[in-house]
């Protein structure tokens, strides 16, 4: 009798599988529209229409690979005297430079234009109109 109770209290009502259903629906678009916008900031796939999700991500590490060895190529040419020495460097000086809460929730604010924001929108928070906050 108790195994039977437990079931029946882990069910949900109809109502808390809508809701369910509707908060997956729109984490799902959120998720989409975000694999949009990071193909349409990649140069070798932004022109393209169907790109699968896998796609995009090795497309967008492949181009940031090459802003990191434009950037190493670019502080070689300068000639500085502490300019990196290798591609590892290169990556330990652009981590360095990054300031140490750029993923933080908190701390993000929402940018005008998409390409100056560093943050995913999906990670900024939220305020709502009712909210106090």
Known sequence: ???MKSKLSRRQSPTQSVAKKHLKMHLKRIRNRE???LRDMVPSIATKDKVS???VIEEAVKYIDELHKALFERLQSK???NA?????DVKDFIQ???PPNLFSRTDSTPCQFE???RVPS???QRKHKGSSK
Do not use: A, C, F
């Open 79 to 81: 000639g500085l005297q």
């Open 35 to 37: 694999y949009s916008r």
């Open 115 to 117: 390409k100056q924001q």
């Open 53 to 55: 999700k896998v796609t």
């Open 84 to 88: 990196p020495s290798s591609e590892d």
């Open 96 to 98: 360095n430079m990054m």
């Open 1 to 3: 009798m108790v195994q």
């Open 122 to 124: 999906y990670l900024l």
